[in-house]
């Protein structure tokens, strides 16, 4: 079980926006005992059913009603499926079930990428190969099938892409991405000099 999340792992686990994620600290929604913020921002694990919820809830609840079912839950030890609040009952165990789900499945996602000083450099890549993590998820990004996805990785098999996906999106690459230098499809170079190109008429 992870303790801690960082605020991407957090969007990923409560199925929503790492803006979101945010908001629920900026707009004082979430109970300081779910979080930090003094140098990183990070969420225990218990908090992503009730950022769920407040979401996902928005349509039936009002802001108040449902941050006052976020401080009556947060209270309450164990972590109660049930919240009573005079004539108003809240059932959260669907949100629970489905963060269990998705926590286990970025457990998953993170054992299945090693990082090794002797595989290309530390390159973050896929456990028993030499395919980097962040490659395959950028191609499922780029909305190119899984059946080619393994064709081009052929030590891969189909839930190691959508681990691959998961990963990524709970670990987002820093910094700029690289810009691509490959010129388009049938270009020429005319000029080496001023690095002119034309593509055939």
Same mark, same amino acid.
Not at 56 to 76: D, G, H
Not at 116 to 142: C, F, M, Q
């Given at each position: *079980? +992870? $303790?801690?999340?960082?605020?991407?792992?957090?969007? !990923?686990?409560?199925?929503?926006?790492?803006? %979101?994620?945010?908001? *629920?600290?900026?707009?004082?929604? #979430?109970?300081?005992?779910?979080?930090?913020?003094?140098?990183?921002?990070?969420?225990?694990?218990?908090?992503?059913? @009730?950022?769920?919820?407040?979401?996902?809830?928005?349509?039936? #609840?009002?802001? /108040? $009603?449902?941050?006052?079912?976020?401080?009556?839950?947060?209270?309450?030890?164990?972590?109660?499926?049930?919240?009573? %609040? /005079?004539?108003?009952? =809240? %059932?959260?165990?669907?949100?629970?079930?489905?963060?269990? /789900?998705? &926590?286990?499945?970025?457990?998953?996602?993170?054992? +299945?990428? !090693?990082?090794?000083?002797? =595989?290309?450099?530390?390159?973050?890549? +896929?456990?028993?190969?030499?395919?980097?993590?962040?490659?395959?998820?950028?191609? !499922?990004?780029?909305?190119?099938?899984?059946?080619?996805? &393994?064709?081009?990785?052929?030590? #891969?098999?189909?839930?190691? !892409? /959508? #681990?691959?996906? @998961?990963?990524?999106?709970?670990?987002?690459?820093?910094?700029?991405?690289?810009?691509?230098?490959?010129?388009?499809?049938?270009?020429?170079?005319?000029?080496?000099?001023?690095?002119? +190109?034309?593509?055939?008429?």
């Amino acid at each position: *079980m +992870i $303790e801690s999340l960082t605020p991407s792992e957090a969007a !990923v686990v409560a199925g929503v926006s790492v803006r %979101d994620v945010h908001r *629920m600290i900026d707009e004082h929604i #979430l109970p300081e005992a779910l979080y930090t913020a003094t140098q990183t921002r990070s969420f225990k694990s218990q908090a992503c059913a @009730l950022i769920s919820f407040y979401f996902r809830a928005a349509n039936r #609840l009002t802001s /108040e $009603e449902r941050q006052r079912t976020i401080t009556l839950a947060s209270e309450s030890t164990p972590e109660p499926q049930t919240i009573q %609040d /005079e004539f108003l009952t =809240i %059932d959260l165990t669907s949100f629970h079930k489905e963060v269990e /789900e998705r &926590l286990e499945r970025l457990l998953a996602a993170q054992e +299945i990428v !090693v990082s090794d000083p002797e =595989i290309l450099s530390g390159t973050p890549v +896929i456990r028993g190969t030499r395919v980097p993590v962040y490659d395959v998820a950028a191609s !499922v990004s780029a909305g190119i099938p899984v059946g080619r996805i &393994l064709a081009a990785y052929p030590s #891969l098999k189909q839930k190691q !892409v /959508e #681990l691959a996906a @998961l990963y990524v999106e709970a670990n987002p690459q820093r910094g700029r991405p690289r810009q691509k230098t490959s010129l388009p499809p049938n270009a020429k170079v005319i000029s080496r000099r001023t690095g002119t +190109i034309s593509k055939p008429q």
